[in-house]
């Protein structure tokens, strides 16, 4: 019968492994001296644990560094097909799939129209499988509009686990699929950037063509809710709308267009554009639009405190924004609010979902390398 190892020098190798790991992934290849600086391990502990790695195939050969005076050092790096993960970003016309590496790097991408109904699993599907070109996929993370729930629940699906979507794709794909509210990845995108340099604490306000949303990262950590319904800012209450009635949506810039003696046809990007070019109906709009979205962010500011609000989607543009500032002005003296613009753009809720595939792939794939069977080796 095989001894186990020891408790302590088990616990010490899977630390030294992982810590080595998580550099390669953070840094790309790297020497044995560039691993000893990173991870502050000796040399035969450095030599050790890759050997185990090594031998488990977990990493490989990149290549040799000839930069320093003397012998050339080889460089060494996870190996290249160690496996892969894929983030999804579904709107309400478009699939967008990017296949990444453990490191987060972007392998291929493609996308696709996205249909209603049941058969959106099997579109997304198809569009990962022609991404990963039979590569090995090991994580599926999915950025999708709508309520999720913190264990990746959709609350209007239906299917065996609660959630049709999660369930056939995870079906299809062969590997765990978690489904996420793109406002809250887009949060989430916004703390690893310019954002989330400066402050741990942040409301992120996306004004989306349904409507608007919000992702709450409070002392560093999303906030979901009990039912995630935490960031449905779009039925805040603010007199003098009914109570359950919407801040904002497309019938809504509707109505006020009609308000205002505006073209009702126009969307919320219309309407700014619009007001650009001097309609004074546009303007007027833009301006009740803007202080709908501070008075928000000031019912939201008297419950979580954030430090700054995070302003996304179409609240970005220049014109909107600056509205939003100057609405914010009537209460500063009661209630001042700090706003900064999204760094990410359309953009942030695919590279949130891309940051958290990638995280995601780590763990599965350090977790195997770390198992008892390969720490023998």
């Not at 960031?231 to 209450?237: D, N, R």
């Not at 695919?350 to 940051?355: D, K, M, Q, R």
């Amino acid at each position: 019968m095989t001894r186990p190892l020891a408790g302590p020098q088990s616990l010490l190798r899977s630390l030294n492994a992982r810590a080595i790991l998580e550099a390669l992934a953070r840094r790309g290849a790297l020497t044995r001296a560039e691993l000893m600086r990173e991870t502050g391990l000796s040399r035969t502990a450095v030599t050790q644990v890759l050997r185990m790695l090594d031998g488990g195939g977990f990493v490989a050969p990149a290549g040799e560094d000839r930069t320093p005076k003397g012998p050339a050092a080889a460089r060494v790096s996870l190996h290249p097909q160690l496996g892969f993960a894929a983030a999804v970003h579904l709107d309400h016309r478009t699939a967008h799939a990017v296949i990444v590496d453990p490191a987060g790097n972007v392998r291929a991408q493609d996308s696709a129209p996205l249909p209603a109904g049941s058969e959106r699993a099997e579109v997304i599907a198809r569009l990962v499988d022609g991404c990963r070109r039979s590569a090995p996929l090991h994580a599926v993370v999915v950025a999708a509009p709508g309520i999720v729930t913190g264990d990746g629940q959709v609350r209007d699906d239906l299917g065996p686990d609660g959630g049709a979507l999660r369930h056939t794709l995870a079906e299809l794909l062969g590997c765990p699929v978690r489904i996420e509210n793109d406002v809250n990845l887009a949060a989430l995108a916004e703390l690893s950037g310019p954002v989330g340099a400066v402050t741990g604490s942040f409301a992120l306000l996306a004004l989306l063509d349904d409507g608007m949303g919000a992702g709450f990262i409070i002392d560093g950590v999303l906030h979901r809710g009990a039912s995630g319904l935490a960031g449905e800012v779009q039925y805040v209450p603010q007199t003098p709308l009914p109570i359950g009635a919407p801040v904002l949506s497309p019938e809504v810039i509707a109505d006020l267009a009609l308000a205002h003696d505006g073209d009702p046809a126009l969307g919320l990007r219309a309407q700014i554009a619009a007001a650009e070019h001097g309609d004074p109906a546009a303007h007027k709009v833009v301006a009740e639009v803007a202080r709908r979205i501070v008075l928000t962010c000031g019912s939201i500011a008297l419950i979580l405190d954030p430090e700054v609000f995070v302003l996304a989607g179409a609240a970005t543009h220049p014109l909107l924004a600056a509205a939003v500032h100057d609405a914010a002005a009537e209460f500063a003296d009661r209630l001042p609010l700090q706003f900064a613009a999204a760094s990410f753009g359309t953009e942030a809720p695919l590279v949130g979902a891309i940051a958290q595939a990638a995280s995601a792939l780590r763990s599965t794939l350090f977790s195997h390398a770390l198992s008892p069977e390969n720490r023998r080796r």
